[in-house]
């Protein structure tokens, strides 16, 4: 007997009808002879919908008051797919995130998981039943409900999966799996059978929205197996593990994009040694995301510094520079938005020292300017003008050849 | 500085706009040097919503789930209320059942209360804090969520106020007080000033909605003074507390009436003695409430037996006869709907003999026909044709002269 963690996230279990199609999905795996631990967020638009009552309270209520408000979402959920498992003649129990034993910070709205009790799970099991989880919630060293942020479904999921160290875990959802790039705009992206877990680490934080990097930080740590696979319809879905079994060798395995990007830049930095640091120490201290940064001395004794962040951020960014320009000593600021990332991703690069170049090839060809460039081992990310970025993204895909199924490294 | 309780119900909190309005009141409360305690149901129609997304899987959810379900309700209302008091500037903690330590019979649906931890409560309020509380809820020794059962909030108010000896418990409710019959249906019905527990605990048994039987005892047992309230107008209430304060003594000061209520009648039981108690014991182990009970001997050894219960418990009823059929020793059951029950309460009833008789003697004298008849010292019930409740309830309330506030005793 195998023990298999499911997830189904909040548009899978968006109605009654839904919840009971998901009821199906977690009996196919008990009548295999599989213990399941089922994973549930919160019902379709519900978060929405409790996030709109508390702010026509205030437009600001307070973290811990939200965690206990958003909470009663997913234990909706898992109380309805428990009543549809035992309509359907399956034993299952229902658990919110404190009593599944999902301990985190002391932190609300964005806690890390620190340890998963898992005595009454493995009990509950052992008596043959399913066990029904809340997604997104635990319990802190208070007695306190918190809440693990976005995508935190998919963390519980992978967390459990490790904690009760399961043979796999399955992330049902909306789509059928990881494409070579968004096919609802990209020609010829294609679902990829297998990805490994760097690689999605990669797409996740490049704003492909399948899996919560946390999630698949946590798979890659303990080694769970993590599939993404539809909940509608039954397809393969694509496998994500360490790269050995995967049974394509791309060099580039997929494209991600990402809009509403700005670019900031600091001009005439005076101390270019401790100036760099202190800039983004301060950043840093405010919960600014930076993301791409380019250093340039221009000249003697002045440096200019760009680095890009999420649009969402520039007015904060542009607050906390301004304030501290004084004690970081620049001259000005400045930033230009109407701008997005384009990038590839793909463990093959290592030992392919041509990608870059000719991802950088393919884009001049076609006359789109690289405004900023990162690269790291198994990625390139481009800044580009927000209208080139389909442009960029589909003859990227189609210059390494990602509509095709290929089984050894190919360069052109 | 005085602890107070204030209990919300589902109507008092049924919009975000409401529960800025109950803010409003508990502020009220701390303004004037109190430490405050509040206690809220769901909102509104929302335990009914939750009911209907589950019979939209099953007309018979399990009661463990119905509890997970369920509960989510009130802890949507203590979040909301918490946002609204801190958005005024007050300090606030909001509290589930099992954060707030209200612990609980291992029974789902219909729990009782059987230790209140106050620790935690008493901290804040320490701190200045107002404490508010889910109500309905609370936790078993297995760490499983619980529900009190129908009226369950106020039986949490009452529970704290007992615990945190607070010096009163208010019950803000659609109604304005306690009344001699529902002025909904009756001419005359009338807002009572005071009422003794006594009494008030046959009126809430007998149907009278505005409080819960149990929470009514609890107050009795404890003494805490009941005030019951309007949550929308400022208006005194009716209090409710030991006999000897009331202003007005009334022989008889309310009538009561209840539809859906079914007579079973159980043909030839064949052990009189452990047979009468085998039955009761039996149905009191599948938790079914039975109210009036008639017992005749018919024939030499055989016994025929009436009792009388709620519609809503009649399939479990009739299952759990028919499941012991052979063990209780009996010929046949069977059962008659389409009834109600109409009552007379006042502690002045003890020592005026004539009551009862005076009753009787009005219905006869409408040609209302008594199905079933049961007396204590301060309540007479009668069970009618469903079709003549609120005419019996009309003519019975004028019998008396309830309209009208009477300061002696008096009997036609």
Redesign the interface.
Known sequence: MSLIVQKFGGTSVGS?EK??HVATRVIQEVDNGNQVVVVVSAMGKTTDE?FR??T???N???K???D??L??GE??T???L???L??KGYES??M?GW?AGIQTEAIHSKARITHIETA?ISEELERGKVVVVAGFQGIDIN?E?TTLGRGGSDTTAVALAASLKSVRCDIYTDVDGVYTSDPRYIKGARKLAGISYDEMLELANLGAGVLHPRAVEFAKIHSIPLTVRSSIEEKEGTLIEEGSNLEENLVVRGVAFEEDIVRVTIFGLEDEITGLASVFTTLAANHINVDIIIHSRTELNSTNLSFSIKESELDEASEVLNQNQASLGFKKVEHETGLAKVSIVGSGMVSNPGVAAQMFQTLSEYGIAIKMVSTSEIKVSTVVNRIDMLKAAQIVHESFSLESLQTSPQLS
């Open positions: 009654v919840i009971q409790l009552l508390a026509e309270i205030t600001k209520p307070n811990r008051d939200m206990m408000l909470t009663t234990q909706m898992i109380s309805l428990s009543i549809a035992q309509s129990v229902s919110t009593q009454r007695q409900i």
